[in-house]
Protein backbone atom coordinates (compact mmCIF):
# COMPACT_ATOMS: atom_id res chain seq x y z
CA UNK A 1 0.00 0.00 0.00
CA UNK A 2 1.10 3.57 -0.56
CA UNK A 3 2.09 5.87 2.37
CA UNK A 4 -0.65 8.58 1.18
CA UNK A 5 -3.34 5.85 2.38
CA UNK A 6 -1.79 5.45 5.53
CA UNK A 7 -3.95 8.62 7.16
CA UNK A 8 -6.95 7.29 5.73
CA UNK A 9 -6.71 3.98 6.52
CA UNK A 10 -5.77 4.68 10.13
CA UNK A 11 -8.47 7.16 10.59
CA UNK A 12 -11.15 4.43 8.67
CA UNK A 13 -10.02 2.01 11.35
CA UNK A 14 -10.81 4.23 14.32
CA UNK A 15 -14.01 5.31 13.29
CA UNK A 16 -14.69 1.37 12.59
CA UNK A 17 -13.78 0.67 16.56
CA UNK A 18 -15.29 3.67 17.60
CA UNK A 19 -18.78 3.00 16.30
CA UNK A 20 -18.56 0.02 17.43
CA UNK A 21 -17.64 0.37 21.08
CA UNK A 22 -20.42 2.99 21.48
CA UNK A 23 -22.92 2.55 18.76
CA UNK A 24 -26.43 3.93 20.89
CA UNK A 25 -30.12 3.20 19.57
CA UNK A 26 -30.74 7.21 19.65
CA UNK A 27 -31.66 9.25 16.57
CA UNK A 28 -29.70 11.98 15.91
CA UNK A 29 -31.34 15.33 16.34
CA UNK A 30 -31.64 17.42 13.31
CA UNK A 31 -29.29 20.99 13.15
CA UNK A 32 -29.56 24.02 11.95
CA UNK A 33 -27.67 24.98 9.15
CA UNK A 34 -26.71 28.35 7.65
CA UNK A 35 -27.50 29.54 4.02
CA UNK A 36 -24.31 28.51 2.21
CA UNK A 37 -25.06 31.70 -0.24
CA UNK A 38 -24.97 34.76 2.02
CA UNK A 39 -22.85 37.35 0.90
CA UNK A 40 -20.77 38.02 4.39
CA UNK A 41 -19.25 34.61 4.66
CA UNK A 42 -17.92 35.21 0.73
CA UNK A 43 -16.50 38.32 1.41
CA UNK A 44 -14.90 37.60 4.46
CA UNK A 45 -13.23 34.45 2.56
CA UNK A 46 -12.11 36.74 -0.22
CA UNK A 47 -10.47 38.57 2.22
CA UNK A 48 -8.73 36.25 4.18
CA UNK A 49 -7.84 34.57 0.53
CA UNK A 50 -6.15 37.57 -0.75
CA UNK A 51 -4.48 38.08 2.45
CA UNK A 52 -3.03 34.40 2.65
CA UNK A 53 -1.84 34.83 -1.01
CA UNK A 54 -0.47 38.01 -0.44
CA UNK A 55 1.01 36.49 3.02
CA UNK A 56 2.60 33.11 1.32
CA UNK A 57 3.94 35.03 -1.47
CA UNK A 58 6.11 37.67 0.93
CA UNK A 59 6.78 34.56 3.27
CA UNK A 60 8.43 32.61 0.13
CA UNK A 61 9.86 35.27 -1.54
CA UNK A 62 11.84 37.00 2.10
CA UNK A 63 12.41 33.06 4.04
CA UNK A 64 12.03 30.61 1.18
CA UNK A 65 10.51 27.56 1.20
CA UNK A 66 10.41 27.62 5.22
CA UNK A 67 8.36 30.72 4.60
CA UNK A 68 5.89 29.12 2.88
CA UNK A 69 5.74 26.37 5.23
CA UNK A 70 5.56 28.98 8.58
CA UNK A 71 2.69 31.02 6.57
CA UNK A 72 0.43 27.92 5.86
CA UNK A 73 0.91 26.71 9.68
CA UNK A 74 -0.27 30.04 10.43
CA UNK A 75 -2.98 30.10 8.31
CA UNK A 76 -4.09 27.25 8.58
CA UNK A 77 -5.17 27.98 12.44
CA UNK A 78 -7.95 29.57 11.05
CA UNK A 79 -8.62 28.29 7.83
CA UNK A 80 -7.77 25.33 5.38
CA UNK A 81 -9.51 26.39 2.14
CA UNK A 82 -7.77 29.66 1.62
CA UNK A 83 -4.35 28.38 1.81
CA UNK A 84 -5.17 25.62 -0.40
CA UNK A 85 -6.31 27.77 -3.26
CA UNK A 86 -3.17 29.67 -2.75
CA UNK A 87 -0.91 26.80 -3.07
CA UNK A 88 -2.75 25.65 -5.93
CA UNK A 89 -1.97 28.72 -7.88
CA UNK A 90 1.69 29.50 -6.69
CA UNK A 91 2.49 26.20 -7.49
CA UNK A 92 1.05 26.72 -10.81
CA UNK A 93 3.60 28.05 -13.73
CA UNK A 94 4.27 31.33 -12.11
CA UNK A 95 3.99 31.16 -8.88
CA UNK A 96 7.10 30.12 -8.49
CA UNK A 97 6.50 27.06 -5.88
CA UNK A 98 7.89 23.57 -5.98
CA UNK A 99 4.56 20.95 -6.20
CA UNK A 100 6.31 19.24 -2.99
CA UNK A 101 6.47 22.35 -1.35
CA UNK A 102 2.97 23.24 -1.76
CA UNK A 103 1.73 19.99 -0.97
CA UNK A 104 3.36 19.92 1.86
CA UNK A 105 2.14 23.32 2.78
CA UNK A 106 -1.36 22.42 2.88
CA UNK A 107 -0.55 19.11 5.26
CA UNK A 108 0.77 21.29 7.99
CA UNK A 109 -1.93 24.06 7.19
CA UNK A 110 -4.70 21.09 7.52
CA UNK A 111 -2.37 19.56 10.50
CA UNK A 112 -3.08 23.15 12.66
CA UNK A 113 -5.98 23.39 11.62
CA UNK A 114 -6.92 19.91 12.98
CA UNK A 115 -5.03 21.13 16.56
CA UNK A 116 -7.02 23.81 16.79
CA UNK A 117 -10.06 21.89 16.56
CA UNK A 118 -8.67 19.44 19.05
CA UNK A 119 -8.25 22.22 21.27
CA UNK A 120 -11.83 23.26 20.75
CA UNK A 121 -13.09 19.54 21.93
CA UNK A 122 -10.92 19.54 24.80
CA UNK A 123 -11.94 23.26 26.01
CA UNK A 124 -15.87 22.96 25.11
CA UNK A 125 -16.63 19.06 25.34
CA UNK A 126 -17.38 16.96 28.11
CA UNK A 127 -14.48 14.65 29.06
CA UNK A 128 -16.00 11.62 27.56
CA UNK A 129 -16.65 13.29 24.10
CA UNK A 130 -12.82 14.36 24.44
CA UNK A 131 -11.54 11.12 25.53
CA UNK A 132 -13.30 9.73 22.56
CA UNK A 133 -12.06 12.22 19.73
CA UNK A 134 -8.54 13.17 20.75
CA UNK A 135 -6.55 9.49 20.37
CA UNK A 136 -8.58 9.54 16.76
CA UNK A 137 -7.35 13.05 15.85
CA UNK A 138 -3.58 12.29 17.35
CA UNK A 139 -3.65 9.05 15.40
CA UNK A 140 -4.73 10.96 12.23
CA UNK A 141 -2.20 13.65 12.58
CA UNK A 142 1.15 11.36 13.47
CA UNK A 143 0.41 8.89 10.53
CA UNK A 144 0.08 11.73 8.42
CA UNK A 145 3.22 13.63 9.15
CA UNK A 146 4.98 10.75 9.28
CA UNK A 147 3.89 9.47 5.56
CA UNK A 148 4.11 13.09 3.90
CA UNK A 149 7.42 14.13 5.84
CA UNK A 150 9.34 10.59 5.34
CA UNK A 151 12.16 10.65 3.53
Known amino acids: M???GAGL???TLYAV????AHRQGGEDQPGQYKNPFELMPALTFGLL???ILLGANAARFTLGDAGVYLSSIVSGLVDVDAITLSMARLAGGQGGV???VASR?????VV???LVKGCIVLLTASREVARLVIPGM???LGTTLVVVFMP
Open 112 to 114: ANT
Open 105 to 109: SVVLA
Open 98 to 100: DIE
Open 49 to 51: YAA
Open 138 to 140: LLA
Open 9 to 11: LAC
Open 2 to 4: EGR
Open 17 to 20: WLYR
